[in-house]
Nanobody, 124 residues
Framework: QVQLVESGGGLVQAGGSLRLSCAAS????????MGWYRQTPGKQRELVAG???????NYADSVKGRFTISRDNAKNTVSLQMNSLKPEDTAVYYC??????????????????WGQGTQVTVSS
C-alpha cells in the first residue's frame, strides 16, 4: 500500500519561511505528477503548486514568486519551499500524488493519493 507522509508545517510570522516535505512510501514504480493543495474552513481545496515527472511546474497566481516546488523522482518525494509568507497562506496543506504506478503484478495505478495534511499558520 502506498502512503504519503507530510512534514514541515508549523507557525511562522508574516514574511517568514517554511519548507514542506512529502514522501511516498511503498512499492512504487513511478508517479506522474505531484503537488501541494491547501484548504481553509468552508472553502474548497485549491492547488498551490504542481510538478510533473519531467519537472514542469505550475503555481497558483497567489504564490508565484514566493513558493517553489521540487521533487526527487528517485526518492518519490516532493517539497514546497514557502518564502515571504502571508497570513492568507494560513491553511492545511495536503500533498498529492497523481498517477501512482505500483510495483505489483499485475500493475496497479492509484489515480490520486493524498497525505494527511499539515497545518501552516502565518501570524501577522
Amino acid at each position: 500500500q502506498v502512503q504519503l507522509v507530510e512534514s514541515g508545517g508549523g507557525l511562522v510570522q508574516a514574511g517568514g519561511s517554511l519548507r514542506l516535505s512529502c514522501a511516498a512510501s511503498g512499492s512504487i514504480l513511478s508517479i506522474n505528477a505531484m503537488g501541494w493543495y491547501r484548504q481553509t474552513p468552508g472553502k474548497q481545496r485549491e492547488l498551490v503548486a504542481g510538478i510533473s515527472s519531467g519537472d514542469r511546474t505550475n503555481y497558483a497566481d497567489s504564490v508565484k514568486g514566493r513558493f517553489t516546488i521540487s521533487r526527487d523522482n528517485a526518492k518519490n518525494t516532493v517539497s514546497l519551499q514557502m518564502n515571504s509568507l502571508k497570513p492568507e497562506d494560513t491553511a492545511v496543506y495536503y500533498c498529492n500524488a497523481h498517477g501512482v504506478v505500483r510495483d505489483t503484478s499485475p500493475l496497479l495505478v492509484d489515480p490520486d493519493l493524498w497525505g494527511q495534511g499539515t497545518q501552516v499558520t502565518v501570524s501577522s
